[in-house]
């Protein structure tokens, strides 16, 4: 059971590329997310998706693009590279159905961004 | 609005000593809180939840809805506790979970 997979793990981006981090889930979970961790911030929500076709903002989502076409697959993509998008970068999953494992969150590996 | 509020960034304890990570909130409803860790090189994963009541490595953490506060609590801290630890809450829109700053535990030999 490979849980949540994201994709690649690390990233080294020209101010004004774009890119897309993959995340893919096999656990069924209709909830993803994705968040990035700055140092002394924490994690900050960027964009999440309650269902396939449901997608809303988080905290800080501009410069972010997200789709959910898919139960199982919820891609980040960043449109024009800025330097402040250098972070680390998580998404998750989690479900209501789970029983006692309700709503936690199931975290990939995170993807280590860097935008000169 | 849901706002989570760990107000050390650092907190550092020796072996065998009592630890406390403070964890606030701010949410109107009735909100599910969370510690997630995270060791070094290891991926976030859930340390414990309110609604299991149950202690996880020897942590413990009461939901207090007087205080507002969902502080993580062990009597004896070990060196392999040292970690990130994150308090989370989960409100009404179950797809969304706000975090707080995170606490960088140190526990010395």
């Known amino acids: 059971n490979a849980g949540v997979t994201q994709t690649p793990k690390f990233q080294v981006l020209k101010t004004g590329q774009s890119m897309t981090l993959q995340c893919a889930q096999d656990m069924n979970h209709e909830y993803m997310s994705w968040y990035r961790q700055d140092p002394g911030m924490g994690l900050r929500l960027i964009h999440y998706s309650v269902g396939a076709g449901i997608t809303d903002q988080g905290e800080v989502p501009n410069g972010y693009n997200v789709s959910r076409s898919t139960t199982e697959d919820f891609p980040l993509r960043l449109l024009s590279a800025a330097p402040s998008q250098t972070s680390v970068y998580f998404c998750?999953?989690?479900?209501?159905?789970?029983?006692?494992?309700?709503?936690?969150?199931?975290f990939g590996e995170g993807s280590r961004l860097t935008v000169l | 609005a849901q706002r989570v509020t760990q107000p050390e960034k650092l907190l550092s304890v020796f072996k065998g000593a009592p630890v406390e990570l403070k964890c606030n909130y701010s949410?109107?409803?009735?909100?599910?809180l969370f510690w997630y860790v995270q060791y070094s090189r290891q991926r976030l994963q859930l340390l414990l939840r309110h609604i299991s009541r149950e202690s996880i490595k020897g942590f413990t953490a009461d939901l207090n809805k007087g205080e507002t506060s969902f502080h993580l609590k062990k009597p004896f801290a070990q060196e392999e506790d040292s970690a990130m630890y994150y308090c989370?809450?989960?409100?009404?829109?179950?797809?969304?979970?706000?975090f707080g700053d995170g606490t960088t535990l140190t526990v010395k030999p």
């Open positions: 949410y109107s409803g009735s909100p599910e």
């Open positions: 998750a999953s989690s479900s209501s159905r789970g029983g006692g494992r309700t709503g936690e969150l199931f």
């Open positions: 989370a809450l989960r409100g009404s829109n179950a797809g969304k979970s706000t």
